[in-house]
């Protein structure tokens, strides 16, 4: 009886039953998502930050979360002028302001900074609803007294203030341009032109017209 019984069970191996189990199994893909996890944005086209500015980087931001009143900025001193323009916009672009403003003055007072660094500064300030830190820029801009000669750089500060809608600002950078003796060409005439006239500072987008009908 027992025997027949036993005949009468299907009765699988162990080792066949975890072989099938084993071949039943689900594999498991892991996905690597491109791209972003922020909206921070892309590094710049040909921005290449060497091993000094990435170190320089992680060091500040480490030292500022640590203390923010007590940070290596000697590191920033020791950095070549490509470093340290690629250190400044870097912190920009991750949106750490207190050291990119840092990294900032630091390329002021070592090299001076240009136009464009200036620009940059601003477009940051501006998309990240900081516009009224503007002024000061600007005003650091007026102070180092030089730069304002590059029409082209001039356009995109120009520009970059408007979009800020800073009054005070467009004003100032073409009072600086008169002291420089920098002359408009007809785009970046019609700019500040346009945009004096909607700040309300009717005198001076005709002193910017008159200076357009002398040069067109």
């Not at 500060?157 to 002291?179: D, F, P, Q």
């Amino acid at each position: 009886m027992a025997a027949a019984a036993a005949a009468g069970t299907n009765f699988t191996p162990l080792h066949n039953f975890t072989a099938a189990v084993a071949a039943t199994k689900t594999t498991r893909i892991s996905i690597i998502r491109c791209g972003r996890r922020d909206h921070r944005p892309q590094l710049s086209k040909g921005r290449i930050l060497s091993s000094e500015a990435i170190q320089t980087i992680q060091s500040l931001k480490r030292a500022y979360k640590t203390d923010a009143t007590n940070l290596p900025t000697r590191l920033l001193y020791r950095l070549l002028k490509s470093d340290l323009t690629a250190t400044f916009k870097e912190l920009l672009r991750q949106d750490q302001f207190p050291l990119a403003k840092l990294a900032f003055s630091t390329l002021r007072s070592e090299y001076g900074a240009d136009l464009d660094t200036y620009t940059e500064l601003v477009l940051a300030l501006s998309r990240n609803g900081m516009t009224e830190e503007v002024d000061s820029v600007i005003g650091e801009l007026e102070i180092d007294g030089n730069g304002i000669v590059d029409t082209k750089g001039l356009l995109r500060l120009v520009m970059a203030v408007v979009g800020a809608g800073r009054k005070e600002s467009t004003v100032r950078i073409y009072g600086m341009m008169k002291r420089s003796g920098c002359e408009v060409d007809e785009y970046l005439g019609r700019v500040l032109s346009k945009a004096l006239r909607g700040f309300g500072e009717v005198d001076l987008a005709h002193e910017v017209e008159r200076e357009l009908d002398r040069i067109v």
